[in-house]
């Protein structure tokens, strides 16, 4: 059985859709992979910036509210401070912090990356994604292998793709990672 790795990379970071308060109506907001802290008093706030696309007025995505700065590691404080751009992406793409700060998202373009299997053949893929996505593994399938919803659903309803763990492949998100059988 043939081993292959798809890889998922990402164009840009998610888009946010709020009300800007100069535009007047609502536009999307892009990641400035910067952090904002503030001190008060003996606590900190922490917030990663956006920017509107059209007039670039910011808003503040909330990570750290009322937080001890004993809470944080000297490392985590260090990062925040000098704007580390894997972290602030990692921020970016946290669409459960996004949610809690009433942010609407747009998930970014991305492709698929890895060598194709052939049509046939038995393969193990094993599907990456550095940020856990809200998106159904099936729709990423469908779109690496150029397959209708119609065409997909019969292959995992004869049994032909199947998901290694036993979930429904039609229903599944992607958490990170999964390995997916492709038998002939």
Request: charged fraction near 25%.
């Amino acid at each position: 059985m043939k081993k292959v790795t798809w890889k998922i990379q990402y164009d840009s970071t998610p888009l946010i859709h709020r009300h800007c308060k100069k535009c007047g109506k609502k536009t999307r907001f892009k990641s400035s992979d910067q952090f904002r802290i503030n001190a008060q008093r003996q606590y900190l706030d922490i917030w990663l910036i956006y920017k509107c696309t059209k007039c670039n007025t910011t808003w503040n995505a909330t990570i750290f509210s009322r937080i001890s700065p004993q809470a944080l590691t000297s490392e985590q404080l260090n990062q925040f401070q000098e704007n580390d751009q894997a972290l602030a992406k990692n921020y970016a793409f946290d669409f459960d912090l996004l949610r809690k700060n009433g942010a609407e998202y747009e998930l970014p373009a991305f492709s698929i990356v890895g060598d194709d299997i052939g049509t046939g053949e038995s393969a193990e893929v094993k599907l990456i994604s550095e940020y856990i996505l809200p998106i159904k593994v099936s729709t990423l399938l469908r779109k690496k292998l150029h397959l209708s919803q119609k065409s997909f659903r019969e292959l995992v309803e004869n049994g032909r793709i199947k998901d290694a763990s036993g979930q429904n492949l039609l229903k599944s998100k992607l958490n990170g990672e999964t390995t997916i059988i492709f038998l002939p």
